[in-house]
């Protein structure tokens, strides 16, 4: 606190200029002193002594990615000097070419000269070596507040990563053998300048009383991706699921570059769905799309909401609770796109060329196929897209759609699709598909319908996957898709202070029966009494089991007990099950430890002392989150599960494990030159013994920012430059390092050998390495920081020096040493 208070005190006194050049008034000072003070430096507004500086570049918010080393000229006087900016500076400040033309040269050509633009103003803090640029928004290129234009993007540094979740579980039933399972999955991958490489792995292994029964392990994708900003665009190259708005996803090898909206300045942005279900029990929540893992997590007995999906993701995806007990269900969720409309004369594609893959076994097969989409913006609040997919002869697909913003009424769209496809039985089949999509929210009624569509298909309509599934097996029995309802809808009634959710996908088929999932939930929170933030809510779902559709009813109602402690009751009933009772203890008073415990059985367990008594903990940690799961029911079984999720990269700079990285989002290495224990943004991340922390899961094109927990560095650490904001590419490592000095600090008074001070102003100069580490104040006052063992500190004004040896311990404690300066 005193190092803190110290420095804000000193720099506000001695930093800030005067608004014009003057003369200072020497009369304030004693008699003895007038003749003992330099301010020479601090006599003119923004005084900068001609040199190269390596400074830190703000223009108005926005910080360049990298520091520049920028020149101050000397003209006309040593009183007087002018910034020297280059083009090559100029150029990565975002101004307008209407603006940059009409510049001109001075230094011989060598600097750009903003004498005729006075509107353009340009402020070094000195302190902080940050060179801020301010400019009137019209003439730059960019003026959307919350949005980094191109020439911030930072694409990282060269590194390896790679992402994990490690699941290990064990169900133990009465009288019956034992059960084991071993899974994980994640992301391997490697990044060359503005190139990544990624490989998606997964592993499932099941034992029975700890011998091998089935073991899986693959490689589910592998492709190599990079931006191309000046296209505002994506190109990727591999094995990887077909990402499309308008026709189904599937496997295939080959490339495609695609606009990326989030180089855009903000609109409609991207929509990924809401999945919602009850467990039963400790049970482990599977969402895969092709046949590999896109996300797993381990849920409590009750609801569950999952709302962190990457908004890239398209197409229907498999749903799976699995209890402790090995029990399964499933259902469908569709998260096609909400409608988008595209801005007034601008075009957003997509084109992809290559062969269909299996997703069994990555094997590589016929047909090869051009897909290619496109939305253009016809008019301010209708867009036109569309779409095709070809191969040689034997498939076609052609789309064409209308797009409306309808402004306080939403937004629409509706499309036709004509495929037509000739299978190796020679039969040609052609149809149509019809799709209508809905999205709006209601500010007035607080509702909003997240996405709502509907598609009906002719029976000789064939979506590509189809085709591709018709021509591997001529006896394939794969559903034949009619008819498709998707609806997510969510309302808050103020009158009755109540939230409601509702979720429902409807598939009809013209060979197969029909099936429906459904989720839909009521809650309100209230007070009785001294109980306060009292809340109750009721759920209903409908998945498949075991082949069969089944219906499950929830109804829960929570009484904190303290600050983050709760007691909670539910009741839950399933189908053909009596009514089940769950007593609940919740505590997270510690938000990096929490940890329940509850009881739960069918009345007639409960009656008979034998209901199940499970426990849950959770440890959030900078190096990952650790999940332990257990449950025991007397003389039915007992289970364990437990799970790790994290992530480690390594740079040139070093490496470091990290918690875990979502997608392929990018991540920030921040170097603390060798010291440990640094903690950034409340604890995120943490530096190891190396000095090497990574903030992971940073938002790609968004500015993002690191800080420094300053209150929480040793004694003898000093950062500078606490706070980092740089803008990444996706899937970039990004390099932060900090300006680090480690030594002592004191607060002192620096006399000289005839007991005078040195004048204000003075710098104090490590001698070893030249480094400045403090500055003279009124008094001969001086704060020091970075002082090392046994190094010389020097003092020069006019035709004077001398030196000082500082102690070799910090001194903070409000009372100020004595600190002799020597002429030798």
């Known amino acids: ?70 020149n101050w000229l000397k003209i006309d006087s040593d009183k007087t000097s002018r910034i020297c900016m280059t083009s090559e500076l100029v150029k990565m400040l975002g101004l307008t070419e209407d603006f940059t033309k009409d510049l001109k040269t001075w230094q011989q050509g060598q600097c750009l000269s903003f004498e005729n633009k006075p509107e353009v103003i340009f402020v070094l803090n000195k302190a902080d070596m940050v060179l801020t640029i301010t400019v009137p928004q019209a003439w730059l290129k960019y003026q959307a507040a919350n949005w980094t234009p191109p020439e911030f993007w930072d694409d990282g540094i060269a590194g390896a990563l790679v992402d994990y979740n490690l699941y290990a579980s064990q169900y133990d039933p009465q009288g019956a053998d034992s059960t084991q399972n071993l899974s994980a999955y994640g992301t391997l991958g490697f990044n060359l300048g503005a190139w990544r490489l990624r490989s998606d792995y997964q592993y499932d292994q099941d034992f029975v009383d700890g011998k091998s029964t089935h073991k899986e392990a693959e490689l589910s994708q592998t492709y190599l991706f990079r931006p191309l900003p000046a296209l505002e665009s994506k190109l990727t190259l591999g094995q990887f699921d077909i990402n499309s708005d308008i026709f189904d996803s599937f496997r295939f090898t080959g490339s495609t570059l695609e606009s990326d909206e989030r180089m855009l300045p903000p609109d409609l942005q991207g929509y990924a769905p809401q999945i919602s279900g009850i467990a039963q029990t400790n049970a482990k929540v599977t969402v895969m799309q092709n046949d590999h893992v896109i996300y797993q997590t381990t849920v409590p007995p009750g609801p569950f909401t999952i709302t962190d999906l990457q908004d890239t993701v398209q197409g229907q995806l498999d749903v799976t609770i699995e209890e402790e007990d090995g029990r399964k269900s499933t259902f469908q969720v569709g998260s096609a796109s909400i409608p988008f409309l595209t801005r007034k004369g601008q075009l957003r594609y997509k084109a992809s060329v290559g062969k269909p893959t299996t997703n069994d076994h990555n094997h ?21 897209y569309g779409g095709t997919i070809m191969t040689g002869d034997d498939y076609q697909a052609l789309s064409s759609g209308i797009g409306f913003n309808l402004n306080a009424l939403g937004s629409l769209s509706f499309d036709v699709t004509r495929s037509d496809a000739r299978l190796q039985t020679d039969e040609q089949k052609t149809g149509y598909s019809y799709r209508f999509n809905y999205a709006k929210r209601f500010e007035s009624t607080g509702s909003q319908v997240t996405f709502a569509g509907y598609r009906f298909s002719d029976a000789d309509y064939m979506s590509m996957s189809e085709f591709i599934n018709q021509n591997d097996d001529d006896d394939n029995n794969d559903e034949n898709e009619k008819e498709s309802y998707v609806l997510s809808f969510s309302q808050y009634f103020d009158a009755i202070s109540t939230n409601s959710y509702l979720s429902v996908t409807r598939d009809t088929y013209w060979d197969q029966k029909s099936t429906t999932s459904y989720s839909v939930s009521l809650s309100r929170s209230f007070e009785i009494g001294d109980f306060k933030g009292i809340s109750a809510s009721l759920a209903a779902s409908r998945t498949r089991w075991d082949g069969k559709d089944e219906t499950q009813y929830y109804v829960s109602i929570s009484l904190p007990l303290s600050q983050n402690r709760s007691l909670s009751y539910n009741m839950q009933r399933n189908a053909d099950s009596d009514l089940s009772h769950t007593l609940s203890y919740y505590d997270s008073s510690d938000k990096n430890n929490t940890w329940g415990i509850s009881g739960a059985g069918e009345s007639s367990e409960w009656s008979e002392g034998k209901a199940a008594l499970r426990g849950n903990y959770q440890h959030y940690s900078p190096y990952g989150r650790m999940n332990i799961s257990a449950s025991v029911q007397p003389d039915n079984y007992n289970s364990v599960s437990t799970s790790w999720s994290g992530s480690a990269t390594a740079t040139k700079y070093g490496a470091a494990f990290h918690s875990n990285n979502n997608g392929n989002n990018a991540r920030i290495m921040v170097d603390s030159a060798d010291i440990s224990d640094v903690s950034l943004n409340n604890r995120k991340a943490v530096t190891n013994a190396f000095g090497i922390a990574v903030i992971p899961s940073v938002s790609s094109y968004q500015a993002t920012t690191v800080r420094v927990d300053n209150d929480t560095l040793p004694e003898d650490v000093e950062i500078s430059h606490s706070v980092i904001r740089n803008t990444f590419t996706e899937g970039a490592i990004g390099y932060a390092p900090l300006t680090v000095s480690k ?63 500082p102690p070799a311990q910090s001194s903070l404690t409000g009372k100020e040493i004595i600190l002799p300066c020597k002429n030798h």
Not at 364 to 384: I, K, Q, R, Y
Not at 745 to 763: E, T
Request: with cysteine.
């Open 1 to 70: 606190m005193v190092k803190n208070t110290v420095r804000i005190i000193f720099f506000s006194s001695m930093v800030i200029a005067p608004a014009i050049a003057v003369e200072f008034n020497t009369n304030v000072i004693d008699v003895e002193d007038r003749q003992n003070i330099d301010v020479s430096q601090f006599e003119k507004k923004g005084y900068v002594t001609p040199g190269e500086y390596l400074v830190h570049i703000k223009v108005n918010s926005n910080t360049l990615p990298e520091p520049a080393l920028v």
């Open 364 to 384: 590589v097969e016929d047909p090869l196929f051009f897909m290619g989409e496109f939305s253009w913006g016809w008019l301010s609040n209708t867009s036109l």
């Open 743 to 805: 030594g002592y600090q004191v607060v002192g008074v620096i006399r000289l050998v005839d007991g005078h001070y040195p004048p204000l102003g003075v710098s104090v100069v490590d001698k070893t390495d030249q480094r400045e580490v403090g500055l003279v104040a009124e008094n001969g006052f001086v704060y020091l920081s970075g002082l090392q063992d046994n190094h010389l500190l020097e003092l020069q004004w006019g035709k004077t020096t001398c030196y000082i040896l």
